[in-house]
């Protein structure tokens, strides 16, 4: 599950520090399917100079967990915009399963494409938003501004467009929520979209 982060640290490194891991948390299931998703977690809380490893891992994990979710067809842009636009402020949309977010070490996303071997190493405390989905059989995963993750996570949260950006203490602008719509459909992040039509 964690081959990007074990070649940064490097065989031994990894090998030691999963030695610690399964101590500390010794398997409690019969299946071990889910075994370790906290790893990441752990291993940050070893301090600063395991952050890269820990965000490394995160991304590795969450890539994992895409990989395994269960299938669905996401919906086309064609649906979105055979929408007309006063539709649009009461748009719910339901997500794929693939789809999940976290939060990793900004630095972490470059040492992910560029596992160089060696020990952990303090990272920029500097965090950021990450989505991770499966299309077409592939994993993929990217990072978001401050905006576009809040936004996500109000309409995963099931407001409709027009409350996801109406909110009184962080508005956001529909020049900032429209594009980012368009790119999670563009994306395969939505699997169904449904207007209410009792929205403001």
Known sequence: MFERCARLLGEADFDALALAYVDAHPPRDRSLGRYGVDFP????????????????????????????????????????????????????????????????EAAAIERWRQPEHRGG??????????????????????????????????LRGGATLAEACADE??????????????????EGWVAGLAADTDAA
């Open 169 to 186: 203490l962080s508005p956001i602008p529909l020049d900032v929520a429209a594009p980012a719509l368009l790119s999670w459909i563009d």
């Open 121 to 154: 190493e303090a990272a920029d405390a500097t965090m950021t938003a990450i989505a991770f989905w499966r299309r077409d059989g592939q994993t993929f995963f990217r990072s978001m501004a401050a905006s576009e993750a809040l936004l996500l996570a109000r």
């Open 41 to 104: 977690e752990w291993l940050r809380a070893r301090g600063p100079k395991w952050a890269i490893a820990a965000g490394v891992a995160t991304i590795d994990a969450g890539l994992r967990r895409a990989f395994d979710a269960a299938d669905a067809d996401p919906v086309g842009r064609d649906r979105l915009l055979a929408l007309p636009m006063t539709a649009w402020a009461g748009l719910r949309l339901d997500w794929v399963p693939a789809l999940a977010t976290g939060i990793v």
